[in-house]
């Protein structure tokens, strides 16, 4: 056997061993992603304690779930344990970018074989069409040739229907990854973040989280009460002030901090 031969057989081999183990990994994302999925409804309810498995577990086939490392955060600033809570936010934002490149990957993986899908479906109509047509040439107009037209439309009209479902996963799949591009920081992990490390008196940090927070979410501003204490601790009172003015609803509490503190005696 000649060296091309082996070699070429060696990275055929390596090629194979490749593409399972790339299919493996597609798997346990998607057992991830549906366990995330399942977590989600437990935290609606409420069911701290369910969910927290269902996020733990989530983690074990993809520890770059950035989603289910945010909702630890928030279950455990439910609970108050913000040390905790403050260390699944920063790896949440940590992992983000990863999460949104092999979730994306996934997607595509997903939007292939559904094209593969459809291409097969297609072809099938092709040949039921092929194949009414040829027995029409040999027995048309028999019982038999009847009952294998109506036999044949209604494959055909299966087949329409898996098509157009398999049409529309698509394009969810292709206005999922049309968002995931652009997508940001989840709102509710980046204030859990600040409140946390708020909890903490890390203000500076927690300050941060929420300046951010403000400019990925600019018709957001219910937080802007909280930013506004945050930033009078921090010990910077400009911010604070923007953050007061701009805030949709008044609290007497913030602006009392932020007449102590800043020694600005103006009314908002």
């Known amino acids: 056997m000649t060296k091309k031969v082996l070699f070429f057989l060696f990275f055929l081999f390596l090629n194979s061993v490749y593409s399972e183990t790339y299919r493996v990994k597609l798997k346990k994302i998607q057992a991830s992603l549906f366990e995330t999925e399942k977590g989600k409804k437990f935290l609606l309810k409420k069911d701290y304690g369910k969910a927290e498995k269902k996020f733990t577990l989530a983690l074990k086939d993809f520890k770059e779930n950035s989603m289910a490392l945010g909702f630890l955060g928030i279950i ?8 905790k809570a403050s260390d699944f936010f920063s790896k949440s934002l940590q992992y983000f970018p990863t999460y949104k ?3 994306g990957d996934f997607l595509k993986k997903q939007l292939k074989k559904i094209e ?10 092709e040949f039921c069409r092929i194949d009414e047509g ?3 040439d040999f027995m048309c107009n028999t019982a038999a040739t009847v009952e294998l037209a109506k036999r044949r439309k209604e494959d055909l009209a299966t087949i329409d229907l898996k098509i157009e479902k398999l049409r529309k996963r698509k394009k969810i799949i292709e206005s999922q990854l049309s968002i995931l ?6 709102i509710a992990f980046r204030i859990g973040y600040a409140e946390s490390l708020f909890a903490q008196k890390n203000y500076l940090a927690a300050a941060k989280q929420y300046e951010t927070a403000a400019l990925d979410y600019k018709n957001v501003k ?3 009460s909280k930013a506004a204490l945050c930033f009078v601790f921090a010990g910077n009172c400009e911010k604070a002030k923007y953050f007061l003015k701009n805030s949709p609803r008044k609290d007497l509490s913030v602006e009392k901090e932020y007449i102590n ?6 009314k908002r």
Do not use: D, S
Request: hydrophobic share 20%.
């Open 116 to 125: 593969g899908k459809i291409f097969v479906y297609e072809k099938q109509k």
């Open 76 to 83: 455990y600033l439910k609970k108050r344990e913000y040390g």
């Open 101 to 103: 490149e092999k979730y």
């Open 181 to 186: 591009g652009n997508i940001k920081f989840p």
């Open 261 to 266: 503190h800043c020694g600005n005696k103006e």
């Open 222 to 224: 219910t937080f802007y």
């Open 134 to 136: 040829g027995i029409c």
